[in-house]
């Protein structure tokens, strides 16, 4: 089965940063373009940004020049490097690829 599992978040201040893993599995995980989501409490689950196969990313504007999506298919991870964290960052933030998503990992910015 597929599996998506995702770690790294807590609490950091303003400013800070932060990486999150999804590891994979039950899947070609080099074949597909994974996703990174976020859910704010009482907000619409949101698309962070993606990276296809070979590498090429897209973020959405909120986060442009601050995170970073990587992948290392040697490890069926993909990551999410986050910097300049600011408070409006808080959120659960999940892994997602085709119509499987993985639990979550609490990102909370906060001074």
């Known amino acids: 089965q597929v599996q998506l599992v995702e770690s790294g978040g807590g609490l950091v201040q303003p400013g800070g940063s932060l990486r999150l893993s999804c590891a994979a599995s039950?899947?070609?995980?080099?074949?597909?373009?994974m996703n990174w989501y976020r859910q704010a409490p009482g907000k619409q689950r949101e698309l962070v940004g993606f990276?296809?196969?070979?590498?090429?990313?897209n973020y959405a504007d909120s986060v442009k020049g601050r995170f970073t999506i990587s992948r290392d298919n040697a490890k069926n991870t993909v990551y999410l490097q986050m910097n300049s964290l600011k408070p409006e960052d808080t959120a659960v933030y999940y892994c997602?690829?085709?119509?499987?998503w993985g639990q979550g990992t609490q990102v909370t910015v906060s001074s």
């Open positions: 997602n690829v085709v119509n499987w």
């Open positions: 039950g899947f070609t995980f080099s074949s597909y373009r």
């Open positions: 990276i296809i196969s070979f590498g090429t990313t």
